[in-house]
T-cell receptor
Framework: GQNIDQPTEMTATEGAIVQINCTYQ??????LFWYQQHAGEAPTFLSY??LDGLEEKGRFSSFLSRSKGYSYLLLKELQMKDSASYLC??????????WGAGTKLIIKP | SQTIHQWPATLVQPVGSPLSLECTVE??????LYWYRQAAGRGLQLLFY??????ISSEVPQNLSASRPQDRQFILSSKKLLLSDSGFYLC????????????FGPGTRLTVL
């Protein structure tokens, strides 16, 4: 079967750095997406990785290791507005998007 | 630029009543369209997707149905709602590259009582 694993919930402090991990086992791999979803709102696109390595976008970075079936989202200089759920999704061999259950990130002052 | 609309934003319906949720996309043509449901505190469950007018693929057998009467219109329906149909319904569009990013509408929060 296809499986995406993320921690259910994480807590971090304002101004700090947090790393949200995602491991996957899918039939094929054609890329990995990260989305941010604030409570009661729709998910919004953050990043897409298809090659190994780190992609940086401002305070957010996403890393991928295809050989390990592993990705992480790194958030720096945390702000209260970063409190949200972060969804990991993998594109399988049929170009279907397989979604993780999401990680709820709580930021404390 | 592309925009995606969903309505209504919230809906409270009695058990056994019908349902019709509408999604429209602007600024793109021939998009792939998706309906998802999200239960409280849970991940996204794919319900239907469509690659063109009249072409619907169902991922979960249940009392819901979908239709795509026009290129940029996607409708989710039910003849008789169940309590378990409550949730946050999200429509998404995707370009036709392989793969492409999915962009979500604002969602409809459905409560079945």
């Amino acid at each position: 079967g296809q499986n995406i694993d993320q921690p259910t919930e994480m807590t971090a402090t304002e101004g700090a750095i947090v790393q949200i991990n995602c491991t996957y086992q899918t039939s094929g791999f054609n890329g990995l997406f990260w989305y941010q979803q604030h409570a009661g709102e729709a998910p919004t696109f953050l990043s897409y990785n298809v090659l190994d390595g780190l992609e940086e976008k401002g305070r957010f970075s996403s890393f991928l290791s295809r050989s390990k079936g592993y990705s992480y989202l790194l958030l720096k200089e945390l702000q209260m507005k970063d409190s949200a759920s972060y969804l990991c999704a993998v594109v399988d061999s049929n170009y279907q998007l397989i979604w993780g259950a999401g990680t709820k990130l709580i930021i404390k002052p | 630029s592309q925009t995606i609309h969903q309505w209504p934003a919230t809906l409270v319906q009695p058990v056994g009543s019908p349902l019709s949720l509408e999604c429209t996309v602007e600024g793109t043509s021939n998009p792939n369209l998706y309906w998802y449901r999200q239960a409280a505190g849970r991940g996204l469950q794919l319900l239907f997707y469509s690659v063109g007018i009249g072409q619907i693929s169902s991922e979960v057998p249940q009392n819901l149905s979908a239709s795509r009467p026009q290129d940029r219109q996607f409708i989710l329906s039910s003849k008789k709602l169940l309590l378990s149909d409550s949730g946050f319904y999200l429509c998404a569009w995707e370009g036709t590259r392989f793969p492409d990013t999915q962009y979500f509408g604002p969602g409809t929060r459905l409560t079945v009582l």
